[in-house]
């Protein structure tokens, strides 16, 4: 089964002595939606770029405990026993 739109799609073959890299898509690098709302995103990330956590710190931390696949509950204890000294709980 075919459809009107599976001929839309057709790539044409590269013309020889032009390289593949000029060759455009039309359509391509327009945005599908809206994107202000990324824009925004994006802005906060750059201005806090360790949001959610409150520093690099708590960041690396949060790291380490997922890549050393520490269980919640442990996490959980190293916060209520304040292991870390800080005082700081950041998530």
Not at 13 to 17: F, L
Not at 29 to 33: F, N, Q
Not at 52 to 56: G, K
Not at 80 to 91: A, E, N, P, V, Y
């Given at each position: 089964m075919r459809h009107n739109s599976d001929e839309e799609g057709i790539s044409q073959?590269?013309?020889?002595?032009r390289p593949s890299s000029q060759d455009t898509t039309p359509g391509a690098?327009?945005?599908?939606?809206n994107v202000d709302d990324y824009r925004e995103l994006n802005q906060t990330i750059a201005d806090d770029s360790w949001n959610?956590?409150?520093?690099?710190v708590n960041f690396n931390l949060a790291c380490w405990f997922v890549r050393n696949k520490v269980a919640k509950s442990q996490i959980h204890v190293y916060f209520?026993?304040?292991?870390?000294?800080?005082?700081?709980?950041?998530?």
């Open positions: 073959p590269p013309v020889h002595g690098g327009i945005p599908l939606g959610p956590f409150s520093s690099e209520l026993q304040d292991l870390s000294g800080t005082g700081s709980r950041s998530f």
